[in-house]
């Protein structure tokens, strides 16, 4: 016995099914959206904190050559360091509030800056800037 499938439902009862199934598979999609839009947040700023505590063994090579952190940049660390910037770091790094006894370091991955303002403090994640 064969069964010939419809595409289409003939009945109200089915039809009322396959809204509902319809309308939970939307339901779960957008509930799928919003968690993936959540993790890529989450991940950003964990990127960009990554990208600042890279530079710390850099940083803390600057400060002790030149008796501190006045007059530190990005060119600096990138000449006389060997610190690699690609065009997203170059663009969005600021390096602030440099003095002989500390700085404050900035960069941006998406929405999120990470910024230290060192040598001491931890580094902050906020989708703000931090460092002024």
Avoid at 2 to 22: D, F, Q, V, Y
Wanted: aromatic share 8%.
């Amino acid at each position: 016995m064969t069964r010939n499938w419809r595409l289409t439902p003939t009945s109200p009862l089915a039809a009322a099914e396959m809204a509902g199934i319809l309308l939970f598979a939307l339901i779960f999609a957008g509930i799928a959206v919003g968690h993936a839009r959540a993790a890529m947040q989450t991940a950003r700023q964990d990127a960009a904190a990554a990208e600042i505590r890279i530079l710390d063994p850099v940083v803390a090579a600057y400060g002790l050559d030149h008796s501190g952190f006045t007059g530190m940049t990005g060119s600096a660390l990138e000449q006389g360091y060997g610190a690699r910037f690609d065009g997203t770091m170059k663009r969005t790094l600021r390096i602030t509030s440099t003095s002989p006894s500390g700085y404050c370091i900035q960069i941006k991955d998406g929405s999120w800056y990470a910024a230290e303002r060192g040598p001491s403090l931890p580094v902050e994640t906020s989708q703000t800037a931090i460092c002024r």
